[in-house]
């Protein structure tokens, strides 16, 4: 069976963004892969965390992932802290990657290009992230497009490493979903919605009031021309509203730009809103029933002996091929 491999850091509450770019795609490949799904707070301290924020975010996502439908026979789910082998062998990948490909980073270029202060981890962290792939072999990373190129960069160390000392890494590959690759701000619409955003009615996280996250739908920022149709490039507001409403509702964007295409903006919205209250309530119900059971702790500590043993594996093969041994 292949695998499948995806994390969420907790670097802020999980948004819808989240929910359709990545959990969905992992709920709807957990039959058919052997599914791996992991907290990766590593990567949420390339930023400052409150450490007491931090701790109970990582409780709350493992419970959200579970609460989306994450089956915990189907995947192995696991705290990335609680398994050292993920920084062992980042290191090893460091020493292997060039500077100028980690400079190239996407992300790490739009960070720096504020003029911020960022940390040497921001900088390294898609290493990490390949090192968080590479050690489990995985055959498939379902992300947002956001994430490709880290993608992409895993692929060439792997390629690099596996020329140099001898097959030793799978070379995994991207899984972009055909909708909802990219779930955008609602009051920026030309802007990825992210859990660290400061708008709060540009995003709508999964622990949100379902009222209050209707009312920020009834609010999102569109266009003047009054009409519904799916044109990212031209109606971005609206052409997300579609988006949401398709991945929500499972139904192709076609579909839904033909059913809609006789609404007002008002009556879009009110529908859209709808369905995204009625998913809110649902995955907080299970949320609640998930987070006063002792699951969560149950589910990461399998997590931490599987992935443990298999990783360790891994690293002593890679530590032999590069000569770190007596
Ligand atoms: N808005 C989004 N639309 C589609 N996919 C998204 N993803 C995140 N936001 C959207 C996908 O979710 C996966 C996990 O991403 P992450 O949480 O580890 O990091 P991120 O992409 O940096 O997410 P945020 O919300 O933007 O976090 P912050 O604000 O902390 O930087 C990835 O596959 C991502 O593509």
């Not at 995947?75 to 990948?93: F, G, K, P, R």
Request: charged content about 25%; overall charge neutral; glycine content about 6%.
């Amino acid at each position: 069976m292949k695998k499948t491999l995806t994390g969420l850091k907790p670097s802020g509450e999980l948004t819808l963004g989240s929910l359709i770019g990545a959990i969905k795609q992992m709920r709807d490949y957990q039959d058919n892969y052997n599914s791996y799904l992991f907290v990766p707070d590593l990567h949420a301290i390339t930023v400052p965390q409150d450490p007491e924020e931090l701790k109970a975010r990582i409780r709350k996502n493992v419970g959200l992932y579970l609460a989306c439908g994450i089956d915990p026979h189907k995947n192995t789910i696991y705290l990335q802290s609680e398994n050292l082998y993920h920084a062992n062998l980042s290191w090893v990948l460091e020493c292997t990657t060039y500077m100028g490909e980690a400079s190239r980073m996407t992300q790490y270029k739009d960070k720096t290009s504020k003029g911020e202060n960022v940390s040497v981890g921001l900088f390294t962290y898609p290493i990490l992230m390949a090192a968080d792939i590479l050690l489990y072999d995985a055959d498939y990373v379902p992300v947002g497009i956001d994430q490709k190129q880290h993608v992409e960069l895993a692929r060439d160390i792997a390629i690099r490493f596996n020329k140099r000392f001898g097959a030793t890494f799978n070379i995994p590959e991207p899984l972009i979903p055909p909708t909802g690759a990219k779930i955008m701000d609602l009051q920026e619409p030309t802007k990825k919605m992210s859990k660290s955003s400061e708008n709060y009615k540009g995003t709508i996280l999964l622990l949100d009031d379902p009222i209050q996250a209707k009312k920020k739908i009834m609010s999102a920022v569109t266009d003047s021309e009054n009409l519904v149709k799916y044109d990212p490039i031209n109606k971005p507001g609206i052409s997300n509203l579609l988006t949401i409403y398709a991945c929500l509702t499972d139904t192709k964007i076609e579909d839904v730009e033909t059913k809609f295409q006789d609404y007002n903006y008002g009556s879009l919205k009110k529908e859209v809103a709808l369905v995204v209250a009625n998913t809110l309530t649902s995955i907080q119900q299970k949320y609640q029933e998930i987070i006063s059971s002792n699951i969560i702790d149950e589910v990461l500590d399998a997590g931490r002996i599987k992935t443990t043993q298999e990783a360790a594996t891994k690293l002593k093969e890679v530590y032999h091929k590069v000569g770190l041994e007596r």
